[in-house]
């Protein structure tokens, strides 16, 4: 989603605020905007729509010189993508950048009208300058006017303010939108995220729900939502700078997906023993509180729904714990009915999901047992909000789609589907022994379906002129082939829609000819008779197929059938292996066509709007 970057220094800050916007364009790019404080005391900006690069240009020109700044990547919400809806807004003496949505924005400005300010973009955020400026007419300290703004605003916002009139000062203040403040030496830094500033400082501090913060070069203070003044944990950072640099790679999802053996490796690492999983990794209650569930409640989006839809089966399957799955955007606003005893578990790879982190709010007020977070970073909202926490250990994700961050979801939750039948006694004989033995095994199977990556580019190929495509898959397969749909539509923008096998007949067989290839998971289970019925079925319409299957599946190319053998691997596993040659497919498709891989037109990293 949108960035944020501000600094108030003794040196020219505008090329640390430009370094930190491209760090940060990852999770939102249509426009990009800096202000700084010049050294003659006046206000000046830049802004450019399209990618940092075109601002970067733009200052090269006409550069901007200044010793406090702050600077926005936008992901439009409010107003289209243009150079008068970039940040920074100004109003009078001030700039505001802007994180987030404030939904009572039109009341606001009707009545900020009415008093003569004059709007000069469609967002939201202009709003919130112009208000600043009319507190500031009673009130002129700059901290004291903003607590006053923020009491106004409904919604979600991290905000970043600089006033002309007190240039020894950046302040901020959270909501529903992280913003971490950089320490350094005689100057500091404010951002929406830390890798932002990684290029200036490794220590940070987060700001909290309801923090304003005030920050000077030599000092920062914080009030809590109560207007008290509190003191924040200063963190030293150490893990994620690698992560900027792309390496060998030709892009950071590449990258990103040859790193799986390795994260899935770490992600096993310090959880299991000999023959079973340390329920103790989920925190130190895991074992008393998972002795009473009785039910499971699994609440995410998109990809990481994707892993909750695999871990039902795993959850129903081995532990007999009944469990539901539902995205947060709809769970949030449903009269749910919630069972006794049931965990209610998030899973997220940033922790900072607008909707998730909503459901987990609306979740303690119903009566659950506790709350799990599965998570991919460890500082985020949603781990500090959570009973209970299992962090994937992913590293940093770049790319906008989600790769090993999905991978890494699922070895979480078959750990959770362990523990939890360990825990209360229903896993069969010998399950979890043989499935930590199979988990060890992982990496190795991860790096083994990796090495098909130059048979998947080949494959690619049939899908680069097509503009609909159908997957397939059967039982814990069906939400492996939903994500390979996701992967595809996100990246290379073709039609994607994934189906369990056995619908095909009750429906969409009607769309399949020979310019629909359909994709298709095949393990060597006890569905497979039965899928390779399904299969026919499409054959006979004239459809192409592209399967994946089981070395011991007993399939082989034929006439419109392609099919690429994966390495055998125990069943419960092979939602995880079989989804990496679908991000492989995905990621040649798109590069065939040339999209943009990493960043994909309209979609943002971290969607922490509603
Ligand atoms: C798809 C993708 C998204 C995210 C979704 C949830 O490739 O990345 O569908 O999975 O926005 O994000 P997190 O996991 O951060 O809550």
Redesign the pocket.
């Known amino acids: 989603m949108c960035g944020i970057v501000g600094a108030v220094a003794e040196r020219n800050i505008t090329a640390i605020l430009l370094e930190g916007l491209k760090r940060l364009e990852y999770r939102g790019y249509d426009s990009a905007g800096v202000a700084v404080l010049t050294n003659d005391a006046t206000l000046e900006r830049m802004r450019r729509p399209g990618k940092v690069s075109e601002l970067d240009a733009a200052l090269a020109e006409h550069p901007l010189v200044g010793r406090l700044g702050i600077a926005h990547t936008r992901w439009a919400t409010h107003g289209a993508p243009c150079e008068r809806n970039a940040h920074p807004h100004f109003s009078g003496d001030i700039a505001v950048v802007h994180n987030g949505i404030i939904e009572n924005h039109e009341a606001l400005r009707e009545q900020l009208k009415a008093l003569g300010y004059v709007f000069t973009s469609d967002t939201d955020t202009e709003v919130i300058a112009h208000l600043l400026t009319h507190k500031l007419k009673d009130q002129p300290d700059l901290t004291v006017a903003l607590k006053a703004t923020v009491k106004e605003l409904h919604g979600a916002y991290g905000l970043a303010v600089i006033n002309a009139r007190q240039p020894d000062r950046l302040v901020a203040a959270r909501s529903g939108s992280p913003l971490v403040i950089g320490l350094g030496l005689g100057e500091n830094f404010l951002a929406s995220d830390q890798l932002a500033l990684r290029q200036v400082t490794d220590r940070f501090m987060y700001l909290e729900e309801g923090d304003i913060a005030e920050i000077r070069r030599d000092s920062v203070q914080i009030w809590d939502i109560t207007g008290k003044a509190v003191e924040r944990q200063t963190v030293q950072y150490s893990d994620g700078a690698e992560a900027a640099d792309k390496g060998e790679f030709r892009h950071y999802m590449l990258k990103e997906i040859h790193e799986q053996p390795a994260v899935v490796q770490r992600t096993l690492e310090g959880r299991l023993s000999d023959q079973q999983v340390l329920v103790q990794a989920f925190g130190p209650q895991a074992p008393e509180l998972f002795a009473k569930v009785r039910n499971v409640q699994i609440v995410?989006?998109?990809?990481?729904y994707h892993a909750g839809m695999v871990a039902r089966y795993w959850l129903e399957e081995l532990a007999g714990i009944p469990c539901q799955v539902e995205v947060a955007s709809e769970f949030r606003y449903r009269k749910v009915v919630v069972q006794p005893d049931t965990l209610f578990v998030t899973?997220?790879?940033?922790?900072?999901?607008a909707d998730?982190l909503a459901a987990l709010r609306n979740a303690k007020e119903l009566g659950f047992l506790a709350s799990l977070a599965i998570c991919n970073v460890g500082i985020s909202s949603l781990v500090r909000e959570s009973d209970l926490t299992l962090l994937t250990q992913a590293g940093r994700e770049i790319g906008?789609?989600?790769t090993k961050?999905f991978t890494t979801q699922l070895v979480g939750l078959l750990l959770l589907t362990l523990s939890l039948g360990q825990v209360r006694g229903t896993l069969g004989q010998g399950v979890e022994a043989t499935l930590v033995e199979e988990l060890r095994r992982l990496p190795t199977r991860l790096g083994e379906a990796l090495a098909m990556d130059s048979t998947v580019e080949k494959i690619a190929e049939l899908f680069a002129e097509k503009n609909h495509t159908l997957f397939l898959g059967r039982g814990a397969q069906f939400p492996v082939a939903m994500e390979g749909a996701?992967?595809l539509k996100?990246i290379s923008y073709i039609h994607a829609e994934a189906y369990p096998a056995g619908e095909l007949k009750h429906g969409p067989l009607a769309l399949v000819d020979n310019d629909m290839p359909v994709v298709t998971v095949a393990p060597n289970n006890e569905l497979l008779e039965k899928l390779k019925s399904n299969l026919q079925e499409v054959r006979a319409r004239g459809g192409e197929l592209v399967v994946f299957a089981d070395e011991k599946a007993g399939m082989t190319n034929g006439e419109g059938t392609h099919v690429v053998q994966m390495p055998h691997i125990h069943d419960i596993l092979s939602p995880i292996l079989y989804t990496i040659p679908l991000q492989l497919l995905s990621y040649y498709v798109a590069v065939l066509k040339g999209t943009d891989v990493d960043q994909p037109r309209n979609l943002a990293?971290?969607?922490t709007v509603e």
């Open positions: 995410a989006c998109g990809t990481s899973i997220s790879q940033s922790g900072e999901t998730t906008v789609a989600s961050a996701l992967k996100e990293k971290s969607v």
